[in-house]
């Protein structure tokens, strides 16, 4: 699957270039957000907002200033994790503080969380609270995230942990979706259990691949203790990385159940091919035989 090609990652595309043409000429910030906007990344987050609108039954053209105030956001928050994680390669490039130091990288952090919030400004109440709620989420969980060193940091603090640092702007993405083309609060909040399961499976997965070195595209010189450091304080390393892998696969199976209580349609087509495509496809072929095989 390409989700490239898809017409939803077109749409953030020229709405993120139109942004970063639309930018005031100071040059210094033009080049900081245009280096990390063009950096490149899958955009699933904003892809999840666009089609839980159509789900719905809505038109996603009313959603693309949401969908890209999330891009936003979400992008913002990697340059402030790499500074925190002192995180060198990013999307295949250098990192945005590494290029161009932290006070330009974090400016232009500043600069587009601000900007998500005009973005966000035009919709109702719902909307702008579960973006704001989101927001407070993250920093929370990458406050428990940077003091997860000790030998004490638990299954319980992880999941604490990526709940809030990372599934919950997936949620927050797919429940604004719904909100915006006017759907009741029972359908955006099943929508919204979507995000997390599948937050929670996508940041699973990413600890996975981190753990059995299985990442190009980035790198940090910081790692946090993840659930693969905590199973291994009781199992081999083996059947750490195959119960971590069995966790994913569980949150990954209760997001496709929920989308399952959806009628067929298109979008539903693509949010099941997104869930697997960030998920168990960035498994190696190898870990999936194995668990396959169990
Ligand atoms: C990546 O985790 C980081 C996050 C998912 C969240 C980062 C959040 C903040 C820095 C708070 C800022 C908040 C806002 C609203 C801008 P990771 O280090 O496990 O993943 P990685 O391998 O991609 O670096
Ligand atoms: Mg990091």
Known sequence: MNIEQWDEYRQITDAMNEMISDMDDSPQMKNVVGHICRSGGKKVRPIILLLASRICGGDSDNSINAALAIELIHSASLIHDDILDEGVIRRGVESAHKKFGPAAAMLAGDYMISKSI??????????????????????????????????????????????????????????????????????????????????????????????????????????????????????????????????????????????????????????????????????????KNTIRSR
Not at 129 to 152: L, Q, V, W, Y
Not at 230 to 235: G, L, Q
């Open 118 to 287: 005009e973005l966000i400004s035009i919709y109702s109440t719902p909307v702008v609270r579960e973006f704001g709620r989101a927001g407070m989420a993250m920093a929370e969980g990458e406050t428990i995230d940077i003091k997860s060193t000790s030998e004490d940091f638990a299954e319980m603090n992880y999941f604490d942990c990526i709940d809030k640092k990372t599934a919950s702007l997936f949620a927050a993405s797919a429940a604004m979706g719904a909100y915006i083309v006017g759907a009741d609060e029972r359908t955006a909040s099943k929508l919204k259990d979507y995000g997390e399961k599948l937050g929670r499976a996508y940041q699973i997965v990413d600890d996975i691949l981190e753990y059995t070195e299985n990442v190009d595209d980035k790198r940090s010189e910081n790692e946090s203790i993840s659930i693969l450091q905590i199973y291994r304080r009781a199992i081999p390393h083996e059947s750490a990385v195959e119960k971590a892998t069995l966790l994913a696969m569980e949150n990954v199976r209760m997001a496709k159940d929920i989308l399952e209580e959806f009628e067929p349609s298109d979008s539903r087509s693509k949010l099941m091919e997104v869930t697997d495509h960030i998920t168990t496809e960035m498994l190696p072929k190898t870990l």
